[in-house]
């Protein structure tokens, strides 16, 4: 996916050449005829050359090698058109939506309006209404030390819906902020940079860590856990009676759980489910909370299910005894939580005519791979960041992962453990057959583009989170930037803390026998 267009002055140098060639919807060579063109022109370029060739024979060789150029060039222009659509595209939805979550944001506000003038005019002879103070305050806090919950976890869904799903079921709302030692601390979710005297300076916080907190009592909670495991299916059934009998609160499990809980007792039949995908796609508009039963596993399934905003997630292991302690400070609030970012990956083939015959996009939490599969040749992966080229990848694969996957398949292959909060992609490539070939970290904002060149010797396979394994013949390519809805897990103490924790007891980091003091001294 080359950054630079069609050169005009190539085209116009060798006309005849390229304008013989039929042309596609999109004002570009048709890719079959380039690729067949190409492939005769090499053809002709690797036969054994006749004995006594004369000066002509040599002047048509590099004609030919020109005319090979020429298409190479026209295809990396089309695939690059392609992606540069594609990413308008995305760009408009998101513009689109952000448009949604304002005008919706303005219409609740003027609808908090009216009930509060109504409300003072009923109340003007009894005690001043409180609510007004309560609203003002919340509003102010909302609007400079915090986010509110329907600017992180709502889409572009249509009105309609919307206002179905709030007859039925009202979700719980939230707001998050900077967490800061101290209640009088002034420096909160915005960094403040200043520009005086020719310094352009920042405000330091306290900490970075962000913190959830209710402003009204979740209602749902929705539990996924781990299959094929006995002591999960009993940690649900405990936690599922809990959560109704001292919380009141709606339940939401997979239809697989639901149906191993009638089989245990038919009290379990006030727990919902889901019929179809498309339920699946609106849980986020009924679903307070998430709670996983299980591993790491576990988390990516439940990261997968939602193509959107996601709610809060609380995990717990398998050994989760004090379940009904921590589920009670996380209901009750605030909670510490983790944004951990996730890549949106698109596949472009080289056969798409525009953008609208792109696949369906991907939505990574750990990393996507691209390795050469079965193929015993290695993997060439030409590589662009933002339409720069970066280097052409000669080796077993390729790793693009986010920092919440710097500890999984990125950390094997020799990438760097990152801290979660940290807005970052890794580029690690997998036993590189150069050795000065190491790891890259990249800044959130890029767009990543890898494509398979046409003259690749066999083609590529690309894997999502370690599933969805897709083949990326020559000429296809894969397009991957950050997504814009993170996953928010919940933390035991703090995002740092946990981060620490893990690398410690899950991967024993650094951890080795302390050296002996018995040994000789410096006199």
Same mark, same amino acid.
């Given at each position: 996916m080359s950054p630079s267009k069609l050169n005009p002055t190539d085209s116009c140098e060798h006309g005849d050449e390229s304008s013989s060639y039929p042309q596609s919807d999109n004002g570009f060579p048709d890719s079959v005829s380039l690729i067949h063109s190409e492939k005769a022109v090499q053809e002709l370029l690797q036969q054994t050359p006749i004995q006594g060739t004369d000066d002509h024979l040599i002047e048509f060789s590099e004609a030919l090698r020109t005319v090979a150029k020429a298409l190479r060039r026209a295809a990396e222009g089309k695939v690059a058109a392609q992606a540069e659509a594609a990413e308008w595209?995305?760009? =408009?939805?998101?513009?689109?939506?952000?448009? +949604?979550? &304002?005008?919706? $944001?303005?219409?609740i506000q003027g609808e908090c309006d009216r009930d509060f003038n109504d409300k003072k005019i009923e109340n003007s002879a009894n005690k001043p209404v409180m609510w007004n103070q309560t609203h003002e305050r919340s509003e102010d806090c909302c609007m400079e030390h915090g986010i509110c919950s329907h600017e992180v976890l709502r889409d572009g869904g249509t009105d309609s819906d919307s206002n179905m799903v709030n007859k039925m079921m009202r979700k719980a709302s939230f707001k998050l902020s900077w967490w800061c030692k101290g209640e009088n601390d002034d420096q909160h979710k915005h960094d403040i940079v200043s520009f005086e005297r020719g310094n352009i300076t920042t405000a330091e916080r306290s900490s970075k860590q962000i913190s959830l907190k209710w402003e009204s009592c979740p209602q749902t909670v929705l539990i996924l856990t781990k299959p094929n495991s006995t002591s999960v299916r009993i940690l649900c059934a405990e936690m599922v009676r809990w959560l109704k009998e001292h919380k009141r609160l709606n339940i939401f499990v997979e239809p697989r759980v639901r149906g191993e809980l009638l089989a245990e007792s038919s009290y379990f039949s006030f727990v919902?489910?889901?019929?179809d995908d498309r339920e699946i796609l609106r849980l986020h508009m009924k679903v307070d909370l998430v709670v996983t039963l299980g591993g790491d596993g576990t988390v990516l399934w439940a990261a997968s299910m939602f193509k959107g905003p996601v709610p809060p997630i609380v995990p717990f292991s398998l050994d989760s005894e004090h379940y009904r302690d921590c589920l009670d400070s996380v209901l009750r609030g605030p909670i510490s939580i983790? &944004?951990?970012? $996730? &890549?949106?990956?698109? #596949? #472009? $083939?080289?056969?798409?005519r525009n953008e609208y015959e792109t696949e369906e996009p991907f939505l990574v939490l750990n990393e996507v791979t691209i390795d050469h599969g079965i193929s015993s040749f290695l993997t060439n992966l030409e590589c662009y960041c933002d339409n720069s080229f970066v280097t052409c990848v000669q080796g077993d694969g390729l790793i693009l992962s986010t920092t919440s996957g710097s500890t999984a398949y990125s950390l094997a292959a020799g990438g /760097?453990? #990152?801290?979660?909060?940290?807005?970052? %992609?890794? =580029?690690?490539? %997998?036993?590189?057959?150069? &050795? /000065? =070939? $190491?790891? +890259? %970290?990249?800044?959130?904002h890029v767009t990543v583009q890898v494509q398979v060149p046409y003259n690749s010797r066999s083609p590529a396979w690309v894997s999502f989170d370690g599933k969805d394994r897709k083949q990326l013949a020559a000429g296809d390519a894969l397009v991957c930037s950050m997504a814009p809805w993170p996953v928010p897990t919940a933390c035991q103490v703090d995002s740092t803390n946990d981060f620490l924790r893990s690398i410690h007891e899950g991967l024993h980091w650094n951890l080795r026998k302390i050296q002996s003091f018995d040994g000789p001294r410096e006199q």
């Open positions: 595209k995305r760009r =408009f939805e998101l513009e689109s939506a952000r448009n +949604l979550q &304002l005008e919706h $944001r303005e219409r919902q489910t889901w019929d983790t &944004l951990r970012h $996730r &890549l949106q990956c698109h #596949v #472009v $083939r080289d056969s798409a /760097s453990m #990152v801290h979660p909060q940290v807005p970052a %992609i890794l =580029f690690t490539p %997998i036993c590189p057959h150069s &050795l /000065s =070939f $190491r790891p +890259l %970290i990249l800044p959130e």
